[in-house]
């Protein structure tokens, strides 16, 4: 059974009148032990389709379709049921390490209090599993750590403590959403690295969610892209990098700086800009960007399909 | 820590040398002096009197004089209330404006806070809209007609509560006067809390806590709490102000033997000591409402404590 | 400049149910209080012995009763709101130009002129206005431009600070830096750019200082240090009000729920023209 099972999930928010559609259909799913990377520029809806599963979404917003976890949907589940579920098996690690932890209380409470919630656990037990979580995500001179506060530690700290708390319960699936986008280029490789090891040792399943190709490159095992709030191409991760069927695919690779490849005279780039959320499909949403369109593409909206080897894709003259 | 209380301390020693050398210049620059009404009186005997309470010397020996007293912490004698010192009155007087003005704050805190969040909690819903409605009518309205019109119905048309007077130890005679006095920053409070509550249930760390499991009301009151009362705990002290001034109505209206009518009632006799006593006791109240709030930041906010 | 986000916060404004029911309201005070007399036929000094503390009823033409002398209550009710209100605009024009000019040169001159002047703007801030004013009174008397000052000096310190704030920020724009060249003396770029630019939010923390003002001589005529014999604003009506209470309560309650009502609308209103106009507290 997949840890984690979408189907034509849709998220929409009103907003100032206009109902903005982030999400407009998705369908996934995240197998045991498996790594699965979500790529998209922002505004894809990348983001949103987590959040509505967690239950996080805004209260302007709606979600349809369905999303379960381990079998059980989580779409319109009751409060009491939902937080048995999301931070013990089902948790999240959120992009911005400086706002995510709360700032008057000390790193240690912000950890135990997981465990005293989910396990009924004492909170000097739940400060111990703390210390050994702390070890885990290689967090030096853990036992000072867990008695400062978050702004006293730097920010590639701080998102290993955020990485520790969502492992404090063993959860089933871990996401993590842009864990690296605000950290320094040494930290963000850290933190893979991290990352990785912690797959190594467990069965966990991940769902890496970033912008950067290149940092979901090193450790999905499938790769989905995401665009204007559908999937427009999903692989194995070797296929999608090596030979990417959807134009949109292959355009952010070659926007992926490689040492290995000849100088360019200059950086390839997307040009225009992804069509608004509050716009109504027509046909391809990318085929105003794209280099191979044709008029079908405007016309009608290409369908998920299986495009060779492991691949599928969402259009209407994939690359060969 | 204590150094920063002692340092706050020393600091606030000008403030309130600065503030009794004021008032002291200002109250004797007033026309007329302490027994302008006992004009009845045979010349020699008004001489004697003055002369009695040295008030015929000038005025910079006079304030030497008191200075001099004050740092034995004697306030004098009051020259209105015959067989009194300022500091017996005072020792009358103030536990009734304490209880009162604390009660008032206390409750203010206590009911205002779970108020503001409640509203926060349900924005924009009919009951946040008229709660918040009943709050600036809390706010709007002064307490010298909310009082007399609440005695009017609970004691007069009701008969459950005493209109006026005091017996000491009596908590029904404060009844009254402590709601009237609590509504405007109970109102305050609400609606600061609304506010920052609002704004802090959309941060990151909220959202955090929410992902991680955990119940609303841990959330609320674990996590957001502390950051969103920050702006309640910088209207502290502007509350304590203004109970203080509320309380020089409350106090008339309901006939309570408080502190606050000393004020009034020396400043109108030109009763000099009482006067000053009075300023001097309020000022030194109010600083050490601020030194709280300072204390009160840190706690809220351990960012703030490495900042000193 | 000056057309655009008017409308819009105009807009936003009269969409707003409850600012425009309370300005409503507050229209409707304020003509009673001009007009009013005028509806009843009694005098305001006029002392009816015959019906002395009497109830309120239409039969006597007396509709809101009168007081221990005599007095029509109507009438002396709707002229003590004359007073209020009258005290109330003089008093805020004091505030809002006391305000206007201490912010706008703390803002303009910066550095040690602002340091000095937004220090003592903080002390004065801290201790609260009732007792200078009291000593001010016993001072100097119960004098009418002492009392407008005083009352004026409830609410300068917020303006200023404001006008402070938007005066530094508009300074370092191009228009004030082509006055300076063009030689002009920074008396006249405070009153001819300056002034007129910050005007326009000024105007809408100003509005939010007139209840604060309105309360405030309430509360000095209450205790009997603010307007005096033979004017009676509504705080000295509820002070006579409140002492009659046990016998004749409408003296009490006529001028009370008068200024409670007419305190009430100009909060909501105050805050609904804050929301529609300020762009920071728009969610």
């Known amino acids: 059974m997949p840890v984690l099972q979408a189907d034509d999930l849709r998220v929409s928010f009103a907003l100032a009148g206009a109902t903005q559609h982030a999400v407009r259909g998705v369908s996934f799913e995240v197998a045991a032990g498996e790594c699965l990377g979500i790529v998209g520029e922002s505004g894809s809806g990348k983001t949103q389709t987590f959040m509505a599963a967690m239950g996080l979404l805004a209260g302007n917003s709606q979600a349809g379709g369905s999303v379960k976890f381990e079998g059980a949907e989580l779409l319109g589940l009751a409060a009491p049921a939902l937080n048995r579920i999301r931070g013990s098996r089902l948790t999240m690690v959120f992009q911005d390490p400086m706002t995510s932890l709360t700032p008057h209380l000390k790193i240690g409470v912000q950890l135990a209090e997981v465990l005293v919630h989910h396990r009924g656990a004492s909170w000097r037990e739940s400060e111990q599993a703390a210390l050994e979580i702390l070890e885990r995500v290689r967090v030096s001179d853990a036992r000072r750590r867990l008695r400062q506060y978050p702004h006293e530690l730097s920010g590639g700290m701080r998102q290993r403590v955020m990485i520790g708390m969502s492992l404090m319960c063993r959860p089933s699936l871990l996401i993590a959403d842009e864990p690296t986008s605000s950290l320094d280029v040494t930290v963000q490789a850290q933190i893979i690295d991290l990352l990785r090891a912690l797959r190594q040792e467990s069965a966990m399943s991940v769902v890496l969610i970033s912008h950067d190709l290149g940092v979901v490159a090193g450790l999905a095992d499938r790769i989905v892209v995401m665009y204007a709030g559908r999937i427009v191409e999903s692989a194995i991760a070797a296929e999608l990098l090596s030979s990417p069927r959807h134009p949109y695919t292959e355009l952010l690779l070659r926007c992926v700086p490689n040492l290995h490849l000849p100088r360019l005279a200059r950086m390839p780039c997307l040009p225009g800009q992804a069509p608004s959320a509050a716009d109504p499909e027509q046909g391809c949403a990318f085929a105003s960007r794209c280099p191979r369109a044709a008029r079908r593409c405007r016309e009608e909206r290409p369908a998920l399909r299986p495009g060779g080897g492991s691949a599928q894709v969402a259009c209407h003259f994939p690359c060969p | ?308 | 400049m000056k057309g655009g986000p008017w409308r819009e916060g105009g807009r936003r404004l009269f969409a707003n149910p409850g600012a425009t029911a309370a300005l409503a309201i507050i229209a409707v005070l304020v003509a009673l209080a001009l007009i009013g007399p005028w509806l009843n036929p009694n005098d305001i000094e006029a002392l009816d012995w015959s019906r002395v503390a009497a109830h309120p009823g239409f039969a006597h033409a007396h509709w809101f009763g009168t007081d221990r002398l005599g007095r029509d209550l109507f009438v002396r009710t709707l002229e003590g709101a004359r007073v209020s209100l009258a005290v109330g605009l003089v008093a805020s024009t004091v505030s809002l130009t006391l305000g206007l000019s201490y912010g706008a040169i703390a803002g303009y001159f910066g550095g040690r002129a602002d340091d000095v002047m937004m220090r003592i703007l903080e002390i004065l801030g801290g201790l609260p206005l009732i007792f200078f004013i009291i000593l001010l009174t016993v001072v100097f008397g119960r004098n009418v431009y002492l009392l407008f000052v005083s009352i004026g000096a409830v609410g300068w310190l917020s303006i200023a600070r404001i006008v402070r704030g938007q005066t530094m920020s508009l300074r370092r724009q191009e228009f004030i830096e082509a006055a300076v060249a063009s030689g002009a003396g920074p008396a006249r770029i405070i009153r001819k750019h300056v002034v007129p630019n910050v005007l326009g939010p000024v105007i809408v923390y100003a509005t939010l200082t007139v209840p604060q003002i309105v309360l405030f001589e309430s509360f000095l005529s209450f205790l009997g240090l603010g307007v005096q014999e033979p004017h009676a604003s509504l705080g000295t009506l509820i002070s006579q009000g409140a002492g009659e209470m046990e016998a004749a309560p409408w003296m009490l309650l006529a001028p009370g729920v008068f200024l409670a009502l007419l305190l009430v609308c100009l909060n909501i209103f105050g805050d609904g023209l804050r929301d529609a106009f300020d762009v920071k507290e728009r969610r």
Request: charged residues 15%; aromatic residues 10%.
């Open chain 2, 1 to 308: 820590m204590i150094r920063y209380v002692i340092r706050r301390l020393a600091g606030a020693i000008p403030t309130l040398f600065a503030i009794v050398t004021l008032t002291f210049f200002l109250i004797h620059a007033a026309p007329g002096g302490p027994f302008d009404e006992a004009q009845t009186l045979p010349p020699q005997i008004m001489a004697n009197l003055r002369s009695a309470y040295g008030l015929d010397q000038p005025v910079w020996i006079q304030y030497a004089r008191y200075l001099r007293a004050l740092a034995h912490g004697d306030f004098g004698p009051s020259f209105k209330y015959k067989d009194f010192t300022v500091t017996e009155l005072i020792r009358l007087g103030l536990p009734v404006t304490l209880k009162l003005g604390g009660a008032a704050l206390i409750f203010a805190l206590v009911l205002g806070i779970p108020i503001g969040t409640f509203a926060a909690l349900h924005r924009n819903s009919a009951s946040d809209t008229a709660v918040m409605t009943v709050v600036v009518a809390g706010l709007a309205v002064p307490s010298f007609v909310v009082l007399p019109v609440l005695a009017l119905l609970f004691g007069i048309h009701l008969h459950w509560l005493p209109v006026a007077g005091w017996e000491p130890g009596a908590i029904r005679d404060l009844v009254l006067p402590v709601t009237a006095l609590t509504l405007p920053p109970l109102a305050y409070i609400a609606r600061l809390t609304r506010g920052s509550m609002i704004e802090v249930l959309q941060s990151g760390f909220v959202r955090t806590a929410v992902s991680k499991g955990l119940p609303l009301r841990t959330v609320i009151s674990r996590h957001a709490l502390r950051p969103a009362l920050v702006p309640v705990a910088g209207y502290l002290a502007p509350a304590a102000a203004s109970i203080l001034t509320g309380s020089l109505v409350v106090e008339s209206i309901a006939g309570l033997p408080g502190i606050g009518r000393y004020l009034v009632q020396g400043a109108l006799n030109r009763d000099y000591t009482l006067v000053l006593g009075m300023v001097i006791l309020y000022s030194a109240l109010l600083i050490a409402m601020g030194l709280f709030v300072d204390l009160l930041y840190a706690w809220l906010d351990p960012r703030i404590r490495l900042e000193r």
